[in-house]
C-alpha cells in the first residue's frame, strides 16, 4: 500500500502562486509515476500534470507555462508550483501515485481557491 498526504492549498487572488506538497510512504518501490489531478465542482476529475521516477512530466495544456511539477525521491515528495492563479484553477487537488502494476492511489485532496 502506498499513502499519500497532501498540503498547501488555500485561497489566494488572481495572479499569485501556490505551492501543493505530496509525501509519500508505504511501499514506495512499486510507483512508477506522480502526479496531481484537480476536479472542480460539477466538472470530471482532470490531469494536472504528472512526472515518472526518471523525471520525465507532462501537463495539461490548461496550465502548461504557469506550473512546474517537481520531486525530491529523498524524501519522497512532489511539488506543484503553480503561479499566475486564475479563477479557472478553482479546484480540489488530488495527489495520485501510479504503480508499476497499474493499481492507482490517492490523497485526500487540498482545496484550491482563486478570487477574482
Known amino acids: 500500500q502506498v499513502q499519500l498526504v497532501e498540503s498547501g492549498g488555500g485561497l489566494v487572488q488572481a495572479g499569485g502562486s501556490l505551492r501543493l506538497s505530496c509525501a509519500a510512504s508505504g511501499i514506495i518501490f512499486s510507483i512508477n509515476a506522480m502526479g496531481w489531478y484537480r476536479q472542480a465542482p460539477g466538472k470530471q476529475r482532470e490531469l494536472v500534470a504528472a512526472i515518472t521516477r526518471i523525471g520525465s512530466t507532462n501537463y495539461a495544456d490548461s496550465v502548461k507555462g504557469r506550473f512546474t511539477i517537481s520531486r525530491d525521491n529523498a524524501k519522497n515528495t512532489i511539488y506543484l508550483q503553480m503561479n499566475s492563479l486564475n479563477p479557472e484553477d478553482t479546484a480540489v487537488y488530488y495527489c495520485?501515485?501510479?504503480?508499476?502494476?497499474?493499481?492507482?492511489?490517492w490523497g485526500q485532496g487540498t482545496q484550491v481557491a482563486v478570487s477574482s
Open positions: 495520485n501515485a501510479r504503480g508499476y502494476d497499474q493499481r492507482q492511489y
